[in-house]
């Protein structure tokens, strides 16, 4: 399964990354990864690449052939869209951030023609990152809720004991609790969706 992971520094692009790819190998999987940084600590784009199954040759995807991408914004979603296979999946947290050109100005409706965009190409999941994160207090917690969103798809091959041990191993005893809230929230919320699809 290969996972494009695209956001902008800051927003935990390689952490969340970084869990999927330890949980997949808490489940025995050979694991390979990428990452392309650019200017993501002045809040520039940031991709990583993940790449699991029984036995990985290269940590690099190529155009085209992506399973899934997480978008951890609109526009960023769309800016990695052309690395996704044709009705692969796009989890998309539904923020959109203006990017840093002066004068620029994005109306609503370009952000649902971005949509739209994503929309032709695969199976969207919208997440609602920013709304789940406060209910639970912490807004630090968005790229957990992606991750369980991400979690949530039938065609991950990872138990989610094995993602919830792998964000155990990974952060402070103190952030946990509300981390492993946030987890199971994103994965309640494509699974709803799915399921509402379904009927």
């Known amino acids: ?69 997480v978008g951890f914004e609109i526009l960023e979603a769309a800016r990695a869209l052309s690395m996704l296979r044709r009705g692969g999946d796009v989890i998309v947290n539904m923020k959109y951030i203006q990017p840093c050109i002066s004068g620029l100005n994005v109306k609503p409706k370009k952000i649902d023609e971005l949509m739209q965009i994503l929309r032709e190409k695969g199976k969207v999941h919208e997440v609602y990152g920013a709304g789940i994160a406060e209910k639970l207090g912490n807004l630090l917690v968005v790229n957990t809720i992606l991750l369980g969103a991400l979690s949530a798809l039938p065609e991950v091959p990872v138990k989610a004991e094995s993602f919830k041990q792998a964000i155990a191993g990974r952060l402070k005893e103190k952030y946990l609790n509300v981390n492993l809230k946030a987890f199971q929230a994103g994965r309640d919320s494509v699974q709803s969706s799915t399921a509402e699809n379904a009927m």
């Open 1 to 69: 399964m290969d996972t494009v992971f695209s956001g902008v520094g800051g927003q935990g692009v390689i952490v969340l990354s970084d869990i999927f790819c330890e949980a997949a190998i808490l489940e025995g999987f050979d694991v390979a990864k990428a990452e392309i940084h650019g200017m993501a600590q002045r809040g520039g784009s940031i991709v990583a690449y993940a790449r699991i199954a029984d036995k990985v040759e290269s940590p690099l995807i190529e155009t085209g052939k992506a399973d899934v991408l």
